[in-house]
């Protein structure tokens, strides 16, 4: 059965920082390509950071240049460093794993608040 558990998320004034962790079981993240949604209330889920299996990232441009995703092999851990946060940036995280397979897998969510 395959978990993502995201942790990581708060209440954070605008210009800080947090990062977020996803801890996966039963699916080995350097096998597939992973990455992290969010979802703004009222908005549609939409896609900010991915990492493929060579490690190569890919960001929304709204986040370019202040989030960075990385990922730990030996624990199976993906993370959303987010620098410089703007309320804009308030949603619920949530990560992903199996991006364009037959079965894609999410976590639950952890809320980011970002107070102006």
């Known amino acids: 059965q395959v978990q993502l558990v995201e942790s990581g998320g708060g209440l954070v004034q605008a210009g800080g920082s947090l990062r977020l962790s996803c801890a996966a079981s039963?699916?080995?993240?350097?096998?597939?390509?992973i990455g992290w949604y969010r979802q703004a209330a009222g908005k549609q889920r939409a896609l900010v950071a991915t990492?493929?299996?060579?490690?190569?990232?890919t960001y929304a441009e709204a986040v370019k240049g202040r989030f960075t995703i990385s990922r730990d092999n030996a624990k199976n851990t993906m993370y959303l460093e987010m620098n410089r946060l703007k309320p804009e940036d308030t949603a619920v995280y949530y990560c992903?794993?199996?991006?364009?397979?037959?079965?894609?897998?999410w976590g639950q969510g952890t809320q980011v608040t970002v107070s102006s």
């Open positions: 039963g699916i080995t993240f350097n096998s597939n390509l």
């Open positions: 992903n794993a199996g991006l364009g397979g037959p079965v894609v897998y």
């Open positions: 990492i493929n299996t060579l490690g190569r990232p």
